[in-house]
């Protein structure tokens, strides 16, 4: 339940962010957590499998910086568009 909110929310705040890198990453997504009052299961997992497309993976964060902004964007928005 509100997965596809927290999708859409995070790649607002991702596609905000002046740099790209798994620090930048990292604290927007917790504090995106801690704004929603939801645990990281609940909120990065969703995004791990976006990503990814399985729920084990490498580092979330290092993950996106890797495949750059545009790519972790479209995935991160398709998979938000699935669940609308």
Excluded: C, N, Y
């Amino acid at each position: 339940e509100g997965v596809g909110e927290i999708l859409v929310d995070a790649a607002s705040r991702l596609e905000a962010l002046p740099l790209f890198d798994a620090a930048s990453i990292d604290a927007t997504l917790r504090t995106m957590l801690e704004e929603r009052e939801i645990g990281a299961r609940k909120g990065l997992q969703p995004l791990r499998v976006a990503l990814t497309g399985s729920s084990v993976s490498p580092p979330l964060f290092e993950s996106m910086a890797a495949l750059g902004r545009d790519a972790t964007l479209r995935r991160v928005r398709a998979a938000a568009a699935r669940l609308a």
